[in-house]
C-alpha cells in the first residue's frame, strides 16, 4: 500500500532512529568493541563473547535494514520515484539482502567454526592468552601438525572475511542514507 502523501512526524522519526540505531551498531561492533575485546580478554573468553553478540548484531542489523526499506518504499510509490529515489530504494534493499546474508550463513558459520576450533586448541592447552599475537608460534605450530585444526583456519579466515565485506557493505549503504536522508531532511 504505499502512498505518496507526507510521511507523519512518527514515521520521519522511526525510519530516522531505525538508520541512526544500524549505523551506531554497525560502528561501535566493527570499529569499538572488537578491538577492545581482542585486546583485553583471552581468546576464547572473545570468541565466546562474540558469537553471542555478532548473531544478534547481525539479526537485529538485518530488522532494521528492512524496516527502513519496507517505510521507505511505503512513502516513495515506484511509478513517481526521481532516480534518486529509485536509488535509495536500491541501497536499502542491497543493505537487507546483504545483512540477511550475513546473518544467515556467514556469522553463523563463522561462530561453528570457531567453536570447533576453540575445542581443539582447549585439548592443546591452548586459548587462554590475550590476542592471537601473543603466542602466534604455538598455533603455527598447531596449524601444522593437525590437519583438522588447519582446514578449520582456512575455513574461518574465507568466512571471517565474506562476514567482513558484508558488514562493510552495509556500512557504506548506512552511510549513503544518512547522507541521502540528511540531504533531504524536510521530506523523508
Not at 547481525?58 to 511505503?74: E, K, M, T
Not at 603466542?135 to 582456512?154: F, I, P, Q
Request: with cysteine; charged share 15%.
Amino acid at each position: 500500500m504505499a502512498t505518496d502523501q507526507e510521511p507523519t512526524y512518527t514515521v520521519k522519526l522511526l525510519q530516522l532512529l531505525l538508520l541512526s540505531t544500524y549505523w551506531g551498531m554497525q560502528i561501535w561492533v566493527t570499529f569499538v568493541s572488537s578491538f577492545v575485546m581482542d585486546n583485553n580478554l583471552n581468546r576464547h573468553t572473545y570468541g565466546f563473547i562474540q558469537s553471542r553478540l555478532v548473531p544478534f548484531y547481525l539479526h537485529l542489523g538485518s530488522a532494521c535494514a528492512f524496516f527502513n526499506l519496507s517505510i521507505y518504499a511505503v512513502y516513495h510509490p515506484r511509478d513517481i520515484l526521481d532516480d534518486r529515489e529509485s536509488f535509495q530504494i536500491f541501497i536499502f534493499f542491497v543493505s537487507v539482502t546483504v545483512a540477511a546474508v550475513n546473518a544467515q550463513w556467514f556469522g553463523q558459520m563463522t561462530s561453528e567454526i570457531m567453536a570447533d576450533m576453540h575445542l581443539i586448541e582447549q585439548a592443546c592447552g591452548l586459548g587462554q592468552d590475550i590476542g592471537l599475537s601473543s603466542n602466534r608460534e604455538a598455533y603455527a605450530k598447531l596449524c601444522e601438525s593437525d590437519v583438522k585444526y588447519k582446514h578449520l583456519c582456512r575455513r574461518l579466515w574465507v568466512y571471517r572475511l565474506l562476514s567482513s565485506l558484508c558488514n562493510l557493505c552495509c556500512i557504506g549503504c548506512n552511510f549513503y542514507s544518512l547522507s541521502y536522508m540528511a540531504e533531504n531532511l524536510s521530506h523523508l
